[in-house]
């Protein structure tokens, strides 16, 4: 009775807020229907509708899927101060940074289907009807831990705001057990993705290993940028009270991610640079171009200058809580990083060809679009989730409450 009760008072949230809510849903349905409309015309002629070859078997919605990975992960960096150190500020607030961590998997997983050429077939990784192929195959240890880290990022903060709805106690020796395990799980979700390409030796640009500690740290940059311009959006439109304190600890620790990262990618300069050795090729095409072809090349060394802009904006205490420069240095670090572990990582790899030859990859209209759909249903996904929860959590969404409204026959649900 209690669940009934709460999924139709939840339902009947989803419909009710301001103008602003009704216009932000349905830019995004209409935004999600362009994409499927053009995912059905991707089905129906096959993957020849995109600017991938069978040069380049990889393209946008790969370097979608690996930027998302990260910002999945990064949902880390709010657990471990909340809950292993009990950081008040951040403890608080920590059930958004999860909720935009079930959103980033959500769209994986979509990114991922999008670029199967057969996505009817994909029961053949399905334990029982098909074959996982476990533990000799790391696509399908990818498939279990981005669905084991769905699992715990539902599960966790699912129990405690079901307890915060009906206002009971916490068992924190039941969840806690949870709670770490997400911990070394999340490192794992972007680790067994960079071992996807690492473990790959015909392609040089991604058979490094340090390739696995830079998408942790390029992880641990863009994930919470994002998270600090998300908890100002909902600060601004909700009753939800997150502290300044709490976001300018998140800047910090994005400051020493972003070093690592840095550094990491300069010690890769010097390896490929001072080695010399004909698997520099990947590189010069990247940030040079390579037989007189470089389309990337803009796109690169935008995303390098707009990195070390960042950093330096983060290392700085005063620009760094500085609400202004905080957001710029944010947005900056989320397209650089988008660009570096998107196209700049994924395209490289194929470049040149076994031959030496150059073919050169750009996504088509229609591949924007199935993208621009992608993110849109993410973006839906992340807005009712947060309808639900950030009720819960400021009290105005509990079981009396709904108990109290049902016995005086008022139907209304505040916004």
Known sequence: ????????????????????????????????????????????????????????????????????????????????????????????????????????????????????????????????????????????????????????????????????????????????????LSIPWAVSIHTVTAFIYNGLAARPFWNASILAPRFLASAFCSGPALVIILYQIVRHYTRFHVKDEALFKIAEMISIAMAVNLFLLLAEFYKELYSNTHHLSPLLYLYAGLHGKGVLVPWIWTALIFNVIAFLIFLIPTTRKNFVTLNVGCVLIIIGIWIEKGMGLIIPGFIPAPLGEVWEYVPTTLELLVAMGIWAIGLLILTTILKIIIPIETGEFTSARNAETARLGHHHVPA
């Open 1 to 180: 009775m209690a669940r009934s009760g709460f999924i139709v008072s939840a339902i009947k949230r989803l419909f009710t807020g301001p103008p602003l809510y009704y216009i932000w849903m349905l830019g995004l349905t209409i935004l999600a229907g362009i994409g499927i409309a053009a995912y059905t015309v991707q089905l129906e002629k096959g993957l020849i509708i995109t600017g991938m070859t069978s040069y380049v078997s990889w393209g946008f919605y790969i370097g979608n899927f690996t930027f998302l990975v990260g910002v999945a992960a990064a949902a880390v960096l709010l657990i471990i101060p909340a809950y292993l150190y009990d950081f008040g500020p951040i403890r608080d607030i920590v059930i958004v940074g999860e909720a935009l961590a079930v959103s980033a998997l959500a769209m994986c997983m979509m990114f991922v289907t999008a670029d199967l050429g057969r996505p009817d077939r994909i029961w053949h990784l399905l334990p029982g009807l098909g074959i996982l192929n476990l533990p000799k195959s790391l696509l399908g240890w990818d498939i279990v831990v981005l669905n084991g880290y769905m699992f715990l990022n539902l599960f966790i903060p699912g129990y405690i705001l079901w307890k915060a709805y009906n206002n009971r106690p916490v068992n924190m020796r039941f969840i806690w057990p949870f709670i770490l």
